[in-house]
């Protein structure tokens, strides 16, 4: 993951963002990343209580 990182890094500042602009883009992606799964499972869990409430 770390050479992936580094690889993106690269590119962003390639692109003229500064290194504290890179590190921080990435850092919001990886947390919107982990927003999304967890609003994900959040969705999945609702549905099976919703089925379950069906079913019952």
């Known amino acids: 993951m770390q ?3 580094d690889l993106l890094i690269d590119a ?3 692109q003229g963002f500064t290194l504290e ?3 921080r883009l990435i850092a ?4 919107v990343e982990r927003e999304r799964q967890e609003a994900r499972q ?3 869990l609702f549905q ?5 409430a069906k079913d019952g």
């Open 21 to 23: 602009e890179a590190e």
């Open 3 to 5: 050479q992936y990182e």
């Open 28 to 31: 919001l992606h990886e947390y």
């Open 42 to 44: 959040l969705r999945a």
């Open 12 to 14: 962003l500042l390639d």
């Open 48 to 52: 099976k209580d919703q089925d379950n």
